[in-house]
């Protein structure tokens, strides 16, 4: 039986890319590239591309980027778009938790909840950064972005969706967040790329910094920094609050 974000993404590669949460690219890429000093010879690996908006930014400056994906649907859209763009960027389906590559790349991403932390289960999460661990090298960097858990604790993560939702894009209802397991359940409706309506029951793990900073810790990351995450305007100014929906994670391992 598939997994909702298998569902989801399944026949989206088109309408995924009109989201508000995809808008941000261009911002989020300066940003990498400052992280990575500019430097051309790197090995860059996108976990959860989606439909490759990062890969092929990244890749149209210069970058070496090897995008990978679970839905075949969004990793034809990313070769689509690469194609037009005459780039040549090699677009690989994987599971993230289950990843081959060891010490083979200076900088992993995994932004806009590309994989972690939409899995059933905290240690198939943990699967998924142990994944990125192995597959950068010694001083490599993993820059990530997750669901920031002291904002439910604040607000309604309802309100919040509702306020961000325009007409055409996928809308949420039914929101429930359990203190227990800092799980978010919802209802998400939304019309595939087919024009087929599809409603989904989603099941999103926030994290508190705390917890990230113990993970990474665990997994042989020596510095790790955490801010709040503005779309397209990732910055290490900005101080995580209670008002971040998300937060920005930038962790170098030793």
Known sequence: ????????????????DNEIFTQGTLGESDFIEKEIA???EIKILDIGCGTG????ELNRRGYHVLG????????????????????EIEFQKHDARHLSYKEEFDLAIMLCEGAFPLMETDEMNFQILQSAAKALKPGGKLIF???????????????FLEAAKQEGNASSAGNSFDLMTFRE???????????????????????????IN????????????????KLGAFSRQDKLTTEDFEMLVIAVKL
Request: with cysteine; glycine share 4%.
């Open 53 to 56: 908006r990062h890969s092929i």
């Open 68 to 87: 990978i994906d679970l839905s075949e649907s969004q990793l034809k859209r990313a070769r689509e778009k690469a194609a037009e763009l005459k780039l």
């Open 145 to 159: 972005t997750t669901l920031n858990g002291l904002f439910p604790l604040f607000h309604s993560v309802k309100d």
């Open 38 to 40: 500019s430097n051309k």
């Open 185 to 211: 359940k919802s209802t998400a409706t939304f019309e595939d790329d087919f024009g087929n309506k599809k409603e989904l029951h989603c099941d999103e793990r926030y994290y508190v910094p705390s917890e």
């Open 214 to 229: 113990w993970l990474l810790k665990s997994l042989n990351f020596k510095t790790i920094d955490i801010f709040g995450a």
């Open 1 to 16: 039986m598939k997994q909702w974000y298998e569902s989801l993404f399944e026949n989206y590669g088109l309408k995924y």
